[in-house]
Every structure is written in structure tokens, then in C-alpha cells.
């Protein structure tokens, strides 16, 4: 899946540069073409020379070493790369790449590329738990670049613990497989929903639900990174646009019904994770409701299903949905997948520790039309996302053979 893309890999100062020499050999091994840029820090860990060796290529280590007048090095560079490949990526160059900075051959680089950048980091244990580090690799992540974790094991350093460049090989897998993936929703184009919704009452007051949207921008940011023209429908919440991605805000059930029906011919996939309000106060007040002695009765009616509107109407999308459940999610979920003519459906049990709303992990099982169940343990809900769109290429591959 690599043979003859175009590989930047950016080699920034730790002790983990000496893996990135094996990283380069192999990478060319599996038929790319590999330019590596490096910090001055990375040139005192291995020398340029080694770089230059194993990739056939120049090795770029000075932004102002501009041999070619009839071009400017780090853009071209920039524009060269099909992908850019950030191993090892040290807390300096986090820092640099998640503020903005560019003050050498290789964060120049990183701001002037509009290809997908991977970040393989490598530190100590403790730098890598440090708050600032982890915020700027959260802000680098919701502006849709893609992590590679570094491994746990002995350091460099002497201590034990999770901060160890991933092994070159399985940097290599999870190129290829997004490589795979990027074919299959190169062009697509995805519908997602995403948050909760607000059923107003009066001015100041709504019925609503804790879902905070992670798991729809996570399924967004994921589809974008893979080469899917996204358009992400979300009711009120707190989180960034991943990059790539077309949002529409809403604000109630029946806004959320309008803009779905609105896009949803000219979409290829669906997927419904928003948490929908079931129903909304039959009578709403335009100024706000005085107190008033004695209890408060709120009559209740029905709004518009969504998820079953989109399975009588579907001619060839693939829809997906979710069903939160608290009990008895596996039984709810294949009741909801064959009602609402879906394609397939995402379970979680709420109750579950380390699932359910506003937590930044999931567990869930995806079951397709054909009722084959894939359980999916404790993760994060980007990496789940990541397991949905596999699931979903594997299900669309089965149905056109």
C-alpha cells in the first residue's frame, strides 16, 4: 500500500533517532519514496550521512541551506510529501508544531504541508504525562493530526514506562492501513450527527441530554483524516471543528430532522451518533415562565424519529446508528438494527465504567444487517472510531462481491 507514495519523515532530538534510521530502510524496502528532514538536536543522535544512505534521497537539516535557486526548500518539501511522518517526535517539537513556531528546517516544514502529518512521539515517561505536553498534543489531535502511541517498556533513561518510540514495523501497519482505508473513503462523502439536542420549554429552559459529541467529532475527525468528504450535523456543545470537516449547528430535534433530510441524498454513509431528545414540550412560551405555587405539569409530545425516516428512505447509503442502552443493550440494539432498516448499529451499556456520555472512552459492539457482532473493549473513541470505518469498508467490500 506504500509503493510510491511520497514519505516526509521529520527526525526530531531524542535517543529514539536511531530507530528512525531502521524506519527509513524499511519504508523504502516497502516501495516509498523518503525525504528526512531533522532538527540540529537529531543530526548529534545520528548523523545525516546514515539518512542520506538509506534513502537515496538528500537529508534536509538547515532551512537556510538553499542550493536550487529556483525554489525554497521546505515548501517544496511540504508540497512533495503525500504524507509526513513526525518519528520521533519529542515534547520540543509538539511544542513548536502545536503553537505555531517555526524556527527550523523541520517545524517550517511541518506548518508549510497540507498533507496528513502522523506523530510518533518519544520521551520520558514523566514528559510525556505532563500537562503541557498533553494539552498540546490534544490541541494537535482535534486539528486532525494522527498519533501513533509510543510504546511501554525499559527507556533510555532508565525508567520504566510508556514513552518508547513505537517499533518500526508497526509504524509501517498503521500507514498501510490507512493507506487501505483512504482508498476505500477517498471521495465519499459522510453525513454524521453528533451532541444532544434542546427542547426549549421558554427562553431559559430545555429538556436535553448529557451527551457531550465526542463520539460524533471523533467519528468526523477520523473519516476526514481518511479522505471522506465529511458534513457533520451537531446540536449544542464545546468542541472544536476537526479540520476537514463541514459543521452545521442545531439547536432542537426537528432542526437536527430538517438538516439531516437536508443532506442525506447526497451522502454515501451515515452514521446517526447524535443522542436526539425522543420528545419536546407540546407547548413552548415565548417570555419566561413566572414561578407559580404548587407543582408544574409539562405536557409531552413525540418528536420526528430520525434514524427510522432515514431507513424507509434509503436507496443505496449505508446508514449506521447507535443505541445507548442501560439494560439488556445487545436485545435493544438488534431490535433497533432490523425496525429502522439499518446497515448497521453501534451498542454500549451506559452503566458501563469507562462508557456512556461525556467520557473520552467507549465500549461498544458493532452488529451489521447479517446480525455479526463484533465486540469492541475499553478504548478511546477516536481509536474506536477508527474500528467503525474498518467494520463498515469490511461490510460494504461483502456487499459488493
Known amino acids: 500500500m506504500l509503493k510510491g507514495k511520497k514519505i516526509m519523515l521529520g527526525v526530531s532530538g531524542g535517543i529514539a533517532a536511531y530507530k528512525a534510521c531502521a524506519l527509513t530502510s524499511k519504508l523504502v524496502q516497502s516501495g516509498a519514496e523518503v525525504k528526512v528532514v531533522m532538527t540540529e538536536s537529531a543530526t548529534k543522535f545520528v548523523n545525516p550521512l546514515t539518512f542520506q544512505?538509506?534513502?537515496?534521497?538528500?537529508?534536509?537539516?538547515?532551512?537556510?541551506?538553499e542550493e536550487d535557486p529556483s525554489g525554497i526548500q521546505h515548501i517544496d518539501v511540504a508540497d512533495w510529501a503525500d504524507v509526513v511522518l513526525l518519528a520521533p517526535a519529542t515534547a520540543n517539537i509538539l511544542g513548536k508544531l502545536?503553537?505555531?513556531?517555526?524556527?527550523?528546517?523541520?517545524?517550517?516544514?511541518?506548518?508549510?504541508?497540507?498533507?496528513?502529518?502522523?506523530?510518533?512521539?518519544?520521551?520520558?515517561?514523566?514528559?510525556?504525562?505532563?500537562?503541557?505536553?498533553?494539552?498540546?498534543?490534544?490541541?494537535?489531535?482535534?486539528?486532525?493530526?494522527?498519533?501513533?502511541?509510543p510504546g511501554e517498556g525499559y527507556l533510555a533513561c532508565g525508567y520504566v514506562g510508556k514513552g518508547r518510540l513505537e517499533e518500526p514495523e508497526t509504524i509501517i501497519q498503521v500507514l498501510e492501513k490507512d493507506s487501505s482505508q483512504a482508498a476505500f473513503l477517498h471521495g465519499r462523502r459522510v453525513l454524521i450527527t453528533a451532541g444532544?439536542?434542546?427542547?426549549?420549554?421558554?427562553p431559559v429552559r430545555y429538556f436535553s441530554n448529557p451527551s457531550s459529541g465526542k463520539m460524533g467529532f471523533a467519528l468526523a475527525r477520523q473519516a476526514a483524516r481518511l479522505?471522506?468528504?465529511?458534513?457533520?450535523?451537531?446540536?449544542?456543545?464545546?468542541?472544536?471543528?476537526?479540520?476537514g470537516v463541514n459543521r452545521i449547528d442545531v439547536m432542537s430535534a426537528e432542526d437536527m430532522y430538517q438538516a439531516v433530510l437536508a443532506h442525506f441524498e447526497q451522502a454515501d454513509i451515515v452514521i446517526k451518533a447524535a443522542a436526539v431528545a425522543d420528545y419536546r414540550p407540546k407547548h413552548t412560551y415565548q417570555e419566561k415562565m413566572k414561578k407559580q405555587p404548587g407543582d408544574y405539569t409539562v405536557e409531552m409530545e413525540r418528536t420526528k424519529d430520525?434514524?427510522?425516516t432515514l431507513g424507509e428512505k434509503k436507496s443505496d447509503q449505508f446508514l449506521v446508528g447507535f443505541a445507548a442502552e442501560s439494560e439488556r443493550p445487545l436485545e435493544y440494539g438488534?431490535?433497533?438494527?432490523?425496525?429502522?432498516?439499518?446497515?448497521?448499529?453501534?451498542v454500549n451499556n451506559i452503566k458501563e465504567e469507562g462508557a456512556g456520555f461525556g467520557?473520552?472512552?467507549?465500549?461498544?459492539?458493532?452488529?451489521?444487517?447479517?446480525?455479526h457482532t463484533v465486540e469492541m473493549p475499553i478504548m478511546s473513541k477516536d481509536d474506536l472510531a477508527t474500528k467503525i470505518f474498518e467494520h463498515i469498508a469490511n461490510d460494504l467490500k461483502d456487499d459488493l462481491l
Not at 54 to 65: G, I, K, N
Open 53 to 65: 544512505a538509506l534513502s537515496r534521497e538528500p537529508v534536509y537539516t538547515d532551512t537556510f541551506d
Open 306 to 308: 430520525i434514524l427510522y
Open 196 to 202: 444532544p439536542t434542546r427542547e426549549r420549554i421558554d
Open 227 to 243: 479522505g471522506a468528504d465529511v458534513t457533520l450535523i451537531t446540536g449544542p456543545v464545546e468542541l472544536a471543528t476537526p479540520s
Open 334 to 346: 438488534l431490535q433497533k438494527l432490523s425496525k429502522k432498516n439499518l446497515d448497521a448499529i453501534v
Open 98 to 149: 502545536s503553537n505555531g513556531i517555526a524556527d527550523d528546517m523541520l517545524s517550517t516544514t511541518l506548518l508549510a504541508t497540507e498533507a496528513p502529518v502522523y506523530i510518533a512521539p518519544a520521551m520520558n515517561v514523566h514528559m510525556y504525562a505532563h500537562p503541557s505536553v498533553i494539552q498540546n498534543m490534544q490541541r494537535l489531535d482535534e486539528w486532525g493530526f494522527k498519533f501513533i502511541e
Open 359 to 371: 467520557q473520552d472512552t467507549n465500549i461498544a459492539v458493532y452488529v451489521n444487517k447479517q446480525e
